[in-house]
């Protein structure tokens, strides 16, 4: 096993204002409560099937007035029915959905999640200090339409891979690292979820825990391990993974940062000048359950 990077310093103290600053994250046992259930078994890459250790749905309440009533939720919402989930089928984009991925970036910008964000990135000199410039950056990184399979037209973002998910010609699930999308596909009963995925050494996960990793079942295909925030705001991911993204121009950057209790690996694809993938791997938590 490669050695584990050090812990960026930085980005931690950065990540942490965020955590800080994120008034619109939901608490667990308050806003939302979550069943984790059994473990989930070992599944292949490309199966369909996997053992079911999870009789009922990983949510089992979320404060749905809350999601409403709160702009950067109830405008993330309306976006997530916008895509064509198949990556060999090119999206088109109407003018409603276009104003509707405006009214979602405005709302984002006004929170001080995005402010600090942006003052961060302006510091180091990776975004212009207008925020219009700052707003039509956050469009290319992740609403500029590309193709993630070869002459099929833009059939992908990453908004879409990220926050609603994709399906890879019939065989395989890409993404969807979003709680509140989740939430929702769960509750029409298009996700079936299979259990939590413990990691190495450990033993399961605490209800309390706000980064899991899961297995599930979607659109009839199974994702061994997906692994998401749980309860944080739209604006708070959309600023982690876009300061991760400008900071390197690596294909794959990896990144080892501490936040709340959370050591984590964030990591980011690079997709051109957009965003292929974004999402955080959990590596330990101060949580004693957890041990």
């Known amino acids: 096993m490669a050695e584990r990077q050090p812990l960026?310093?930085?980005?931690?103290?950065?990540?942490?204002?965020?955590?800080?600053?994120?008034?619109?994250?939901?608490?667990?046992?308050?806003?939302?409560?979550?069943?984790?259930?059994?473990?989930?078994?070992?599944?292949?890459?490309?199966?369909?099937?996997?053992?079911?250790?999870?009789?009922?749905?990983?949510?089992?309440?979320?404060?749905?007035?809350?999601?409403?009533?709160t702009e950067t939720y109830s405008t993330f919402i309306s976006l997530l029915d916008n895509y064509e989930t198949s990556t060999g089928i090119a999206e088109l984009v109407t003018p409603e959905e276009t104003a509707e991925n405006n009214r979602f970036l405005d709302a984002v910008l006004k929170t001080d999640v995005m402010e600090l964000a942006h003052q961060y990135l302006v510091g180091k000199k990776w975004t212009k200090p207008e925020l219009k410039d700052f707003k039509s950056q956050l469009w290319d990184i992740w609403f500029h339409l590309y193709s993630r399979e070869g002459g099929k037209g833009p059939n992908s973002c990453g908004f879409e891979h990220v926050f609603v998910g994709e399906t890879k010609r019939g065989h395989e699930i890409l993404g969807l690292h979003n709680w509140v999308q989740f939430y929702l596909q769960e509750k029409l009963k298009h996700i079936d979820y299979k259990g939590y995925v413990a990691r190495k050494n450990k033993s399961r996960p605490d209800e309390d825990d706000q980064v899991l990793s899961l297995q599930f079942s979607w659109r009839g295909l199974v994702k061994p391990v997906g692994s998401t925030f749980i309860g944080v705001s739209p604006e708070f991911e959309f600023a982690l993974y876009t300061i991760i993204f400008l900071e390197s121009?690596?294909?794959?950057?990896?990144?080892?940062?501490?936040?709340?209790?959370?050591?984590?690996?964030?990591?980011?694809?690079?997709?051109?000048?957009?965003?292929g993938s974004a999402y955080p791997v959990l590596l330990s938590s101060n949580n004693e359950d957890l041990y």
């Open 8 to 69: 960026n310093r930085e980005l931690s103290k950065i990540f942490n204002e965020l955590w800080d600053a994120d008034v619109n994250r939901f608490v667990p046992g308050k806003d939302y409560t979550i069943s984790l259930q059994g473990k989930a078994g070992f599944v292949q890459q490309g199966s369909n099937v996997a053992r079911d250790s999870a009789s009922e749905p990983l949510f089992h309440n979320v404060n749905e007035q809350r999601l409403k009533n």
């Open 249 to 275: 121009s690596e294909r794959v950057t990896r990144q080892r940062v501490r936040i709340e209790e959370y050591e984590l690996e964030i990591v980011v694809y690079r997709h051109g000048r957009c965003i």
